[in-house]
């Protein structure tokens, strides 16, 4: 059995939480033995904010042991692997100290806040052997992997065009501080860049607008630009300044050859050139869900993380990067 202790109970950590009880319940040979938080007296009476509702506001932790230290928590801890929610300077470090200890790490995204941290996680991981996850939840979200199968298969010829959009409402505060968050771009806008990396690997160059709109803030919005060799015509845009009664928003646009897929309101759209559009049958689970499932699963079975490995998380930070350079340039096209 897999002993888990999950670190930080944020909103993150809750969503983490809620899909290792429903394993758990499900039978998975897995077991939520501890929670860390250094506010842990006061998060585990009270709600978290998020963009998605968890499964409750307030949570019963009395079967699991609690603790406001990592260090006391892996004093008297015998785990196989840590999952770690925290805001995302502490990453590295962690992240590296983990996996030297012979214990395997799902880590939040986005992996590190420079593509030069999340190296030295990806390097770890190979050399101590253990596996490390990133957790980019929109590989295992089921509208993507069906916009992947499309991709892959051909079913509808090439892709010619795309273009992907995530917004929402203002994070909590400390996200607007981008010497931690890295901003928008870094901590929302990542999702869009690392599905168009996913699907069609690093782009040549980029091409960023952005601006800050809260001040004193990094950049809150973002629209770019993604250059490949066979001209297609990609677009990701980003903007966490949505109020009133916006909420949140995923949704992309794929145009291929013979077809395109519309994903919006949680429904995707199928319309093939030669015949009837349709509804695609997905899983209800959410990426969240299923991200966590595959790397239990991985680490149980001793098998490496391909769908995510750590390598291609870091290079999706690394277009990131670019694009911010590109921003600060007002757009210039910037090799990637």
């Known amino acids: 059995m897999l002993k888990i202790g999950l670190i930080g109970f944020g909103f993150m950590g809750r969503m983490h939480f809620d899909n290792y009880v429903r394993l758990m319940q499900e039978g998975a040979d897995i077991k939520l033995v501890a929670i860390c938080d250094k506010l842990i007296e006061e998060l585990k009476d009270g709600a978290a904010w998020g963009n998605i509702a968890t499964e409750?506001?307030?949570?019963?932790?009395?079967?699991?042991?609690?603790?406001?230290?990592?260090?006391?928590?892996?004093s008297e801890e015998e785990l196989d692997i840590v999952d770690i929610t925290l805001p995302t300077p502490l990453h590295a470090d962690l992240t590296c100290s983990m996996l030297e200890r012979g214990i395997h790490v799902l880590c939040e995204k986005p992996v590190a806040r420079t593509s030069e941290q999340g190296w030295r996680m990806a390097e770890a991981a190979k050399r101590t052997g253990n596996t490390l996850m990133i957790g980019q939840c929109l590989r295992f979200w089921p509208a993507y992997e069906y916009l992947k199968a499309c991709v892959e298969d051909g079913r509808y010829g090439a892709v010619t065009s795309g273009s992907f959009f995530r917004g929402g409402g203002l994070p909590q505060p400390w996200f607007l501080n981008g010497e931690l968050s890295g901003g928008c771009m870094v901590d929302m806008h990542i999702h869009d860049t690392d599905v168009i990396n996913w699907l069609f690997g690093k782009?040549?160059?980029?091409?960023?607008?952005?601006?800050?709109?809260?001040?004193?803030?990094?950049?809150?919005?973002?629209?770019?630009?993604?250059?490949?060799?066979?001209?297609?015509?990609?677009?990701?845009?980003?903007?966490?300044?949505?109020?009133?009664?916006?909420?949140?928003?995923?949704?992309?646009?794929?145009?291929?050859e013979r077809g395109n897929l519309v994903f919006e309101n949680n429904v995707l759209k199928v319309n093939p050139h030669d015949g009837e559009g349709f509804v695609a049958e997905l899983s209800p689970?959410?990426?969240?869900?299923?991200?966590?499932?595959?790397?239990?699963?991985?680490?149980?079975?001793?098998?490496?993380?391909?769908?995510?490995?750590?390598?291609?998380?870091?290079?999706?930070?690394?277009?990131?990067?670019?694009?911010?350079?590109?921003?600060?340039?007002?757009?210039?096209?910037?090799?990637?």
């Open 56 to 74: 409750q506001s307030v949570y019963d932790l009395t079967p699991y042991k609690l603790y406001d230290s990592i260090e006391a928590m892996l």
């Open 203 to 256: 782009p040549e160059s980029v091409s960023s607008i952005a601006r800050n709109v809260v001040p004193g803030s990094a950049y809150d919005v973002v629209s770019t630009n993604y250059v490949y060799p066979d001209g297609k015509v990609l677009n990701a845009q980003a903007d966490w300044t949505l109020g009133g009664d916006f909420g949140f928003s995923m949704t992309f646009r794929v145009n291929f």
């Open 285 to 336: 689970d959410m990426g969240y869900y299923r991200e966590i499932k595959y790397f239990v699963e991985a680490v149980a079975a001793g098998e490496p993380v391909t769908i995510c490995s750590p390598e291609s998380a870091v290079q999706s930070l690394e277009i990131v990067e670019a694009e911010i350079r590109s921003a600060d340039s007002k757009g210039a096209y910037v090799n990637v």
